[in-house]
């Protein structure tokens, strides 16, 4: 069984910043991809970022590329997902979600395990 913690989400104006962190227990870390997700109300879940099970590897939704930035330290069971110039139409619910392969997916129909969500509000 494994665990999903995200933690970090809040309140910011347009233009800002925040930094998701999601920390896994339950089994080993590393050897898996992991990404996060997002939820808007009223709409489907879409993907957002993806990475692999070093970090070597990482992709990104056209939405969010060029101002979000996905990491992950295995040596602390944490991925992390670095989101700048925040717009309105990034609020959402975020989720991180764990697959038991080593390259990443960019499927969330794939991913094993999911957290419970953090929220991100971004106001204009």
């Known amino acids: 069984q494994v665990q999903l913690v995200e933690s970090g989400g809040g309140l910011v104006q347009a233009g800002g910043s925040l930094r998701l962190s999601c920390a896994a227990s339950?089994?080993?870390?590393?050897?898996?991809?992991m990404g996060w997700f997002r939820q808007a109300p009223g709409k489907e879940r879409e993907f957002v970022a993806a990475i692999n099970w070093s970090g070597s590897s990482t992709y990104y939704a056209v939405a969010v590329k060029g101002r979000f930035t996905i990491s992950r330290d295995n040596a602390k069971n944490t991925v992390y997902l670095e989101m700048n110039s925040l717009k309105p139409e990034d609020t959402a619910v975020y989720y991180c979600a764990t697959v038991g392969r080593a390259e990443l997916v960019i499927s969330g129909d794939d991913y094993d395990y999911w957290g419970q969500g953090t929220q991100v509000t971004v106001s204009s």
């Open positions: 339950g089994r080993t870390f590393s050897p898996y991809a």
